[in-house]
């Protein structure tokens, strides 16, 4: 059984709007939680990270919301532009097995011009 | 920037052949990963490694073992490769300890065929 669920396969988007990535996780031992984006034929790279502690994080057009009574956590991007496009993973670990991280199956996201 | 690289992009392999996939990184990292990434499965972590010759199993190592003779090189093995073993690999690193350090840089990822 998947402990990190992404439940939208894939995401269309036009530019400019916001695009909104959610996640469910069903481990409540997870404290810290972990966005990467790749792109075809490519790593996937990191993009941000949200500790148990907080329940907002922002980077740039990126921020990361975090609900812990409902383990849930969002990724917001705004405004999205075309090179957005990619297959996002939101990740999971617990602080006393931080070498293992648990990831979602992924969203794909299109942003369309 | 950390470069982690993978030795080959794609390969094709026949059942029962044994299967060497190695990744390299620059950037004297500590940790180091195998995961496998499958439709709808995401990543899954098959071998770690936290220090040369040290690995211990992740959540998938069944068919798979894994090599750590320095600390830049980080080698998966399968044994004996089965169409199951069908996937895209993926190596990661990651340097230091604790949560400010949790980044994992990943290799391009070697495409595997079992035939």
């Not at chain 1, 810290?32 to 148990?52: D, H």
């Not at chain 1, 502690?53 to 405004?79: C, M, Q, W, Y």
């Not at chain 2, 299967?19 to 899954?44: A, I, K, S, T």
């Not at chain 2, 190596?91 to 840089?105: F, I, L, T, V």
Request: aromatic share 12%; glycine share 8%.
């Amino acid at each position: 059984d998947q402990q990190v669920k992404q439940n939208s396969p894939s995401l269309s988007v036009q530019e400019g709007r916001i695009s909104i990535l959610n996640c469910d996780y069903t481990n409540s031992m997870f404290d810290y939680f972990l966005w990467y984006k790749k792109y075809p034929a490519e790593g996937p790279t990191f993009l941000i990270s949200i500790s148990s502690i907080k329940d907002k994080n922002e980077d740039g057009r990126f921020t990361v919301f975090l609900n812990k009574s409902a383990k849930h956590l969002s990724l917001h991007i705004v405004p999205s532009q075309p090179g957005d496009s990619a297959v996002y993973f939101c990740a999971a670990s617990e602080r006393t097995s931080y070498d293992k991280v648990i990831f979602g199956p992924g969203t794909s996201l299109s942003v369309i011009p | 920037d950390v470069k982690v690289t993978q030795s080959s992009r794609y390969l094709v392999k026949r059942t029962g052949e044994k299967v060497f996939l190695e990744c390299v990184q620059d950037m004297d990292h500590e940790n180091m990963f195998w995961y496998r990434q499958d439709p709808g499965l995401g990543l899954r972590l098959i071998y770690f490694s936290y220090d040369v010759k040290m690995k211990e199993k992740g959540d998938i190592p069944e068919g798979y073992s894994v090599s750590r003779e320095k600390k830049e090189r980080f080698s998966l093995i399968l044994e004996s490769a089965s169409t199951n073993q069908t996937s895209m690999y993926l190596c990661a690193s990651r340097g230091g300890w604790g949560q400010d350090s949790w980044e994992q840089y990943f290799g391009p990822g070697t495409r595997l065929t079992v035939t």
